[in-house]
């Protein structure tokens, strides 16, 4: 089904577990994006940033990701990732996105709150999720640059203040991890993460996904990680796959296969960080 972030975060929390959020640069990627999760039997967020929705088209993106869910019986949202424009994001809403995020996390604390909340309130009056950021998360996105000594983690009485003012119905929170990290893995603020969690009660979102270790999943979803985000390790993997296969291919066959193995690989790293976003050796209701 095609749903919203709302939805499948709260089937997250009580079932005490991770939605992965995957990043997805194309459109042959999604079928196997999607029919990973299928054969995992988890919802999946499929994310795209604001270049790659106006490249792809969002109404387009929205009418694939909706019907293959649909017809797979898939629990699938389609979420537009850091945005800071609101044409843009108004654009992902009135194309069919179920999801969007504002990133307002560079600017002072007071403008953030309001801007953000001009999103929700746009967005919740069409039954779109909204999330924020609140703290900067380092390394590099879509050609936005945090310097190390730039980072700003996420303080809690903060947190709780910023939720309470927009509505959002997630919040990233920058416990140090950074975007683009892919050859070397970071040591994320457990003990933030907890501090935050004690006092924020909505679903708490990961950046940086793939340069988190493995071993520390089960800690960060116990204690308020509902969305988690991959999209780096998709990327160098789909690449480093195509490359290898162009290199090798006569230049008069069928581009699928040469596209072909590269989904392949992706859908194999969702189904791994599937099965360890399921949380299956934790209790239920942390």
Not at 86 to 95: P, V
Not at 138 to 162: L, M, Q, R, S
Not at 163 to 190: M, P, R, Y
Not at 213 to 227: A, F, Q, S, V, W
Request: proline residues 3%; negative net charge.
């Amino acid at each position: 089904m095609y749903t919203t972030l709302k939805e499948v975060t709260k089937t997250a929390t009580e079932l005490n577990f991770t939605v992965g959020a995957f990043n997805t640069h194309n459109l042959e990627m999604l079928p196997e994006m999607i029919e990973a999760a299928k054969e995992m039997g988890s919802p999946i967020i499929i994310q795209t940033s604001v270049d790659t929705a106006k490249y792809i088209g969002y109404s387009v993106l929205v009418s694939v990701v909706r019907t293959i869910a649909d017809n797979e019986m898939v629990d699938a949202v389609l979420h537009l990732d850091h945005a800071r424009d609101f044409d843009d994001i108004k654009a992902a809403i009135d194309s069919g996105y179920t999801s969007v995020m504002y990133d307002g996390s560079h600017l002072p604390f007071k403008e953030n709150i309001l801007k953000t909340k001009a999103v929700v309130e746009y967005a919740h009056k069409r039954g779109v999720s909204v999330e924020g950021e609140l703290g900067t998360i380092g390394g590099t996105e879509e050609g936005i640059h945090v310097e190390e000594n730039d980072k700003v983690y996420t303080k809690p009485a903060d947190a709780v203040e910023f939720v309470a003012a927009t509505g959002v119905d997630a919040l990233a929170i920058a416990i140090g991890t950074n975007h683009g990290q892919f050859k070397s893995k970071t040591e994320v603020n457990i003990p933030l993460l907890k501090e935050i969690h004690a006092v924020v009660h909505i679903p708490l979102v990961i950046h940086g996904g793939t340069g988190v270790k493995e071993e520390d999943y089960p800690e960060l979803i116990n204690h308020g990680i509902r969305k988690f985000n991959v999209g780096t390790e998709l990327l160098v993997n789909w690449t480093k796959t195509a490359q290898e296969s162009f290199a090798e291919t006569s230049i008069n066959q069928s581009l699928r296969h040469n596209v072909i193995p590269a989904n392949d690989v992706c859908k194999s790293i969702i189904k791994h960080k599937i099965g360890l976003f399921m949380n299956v050796d934790s209790p239920l209701n942390k």
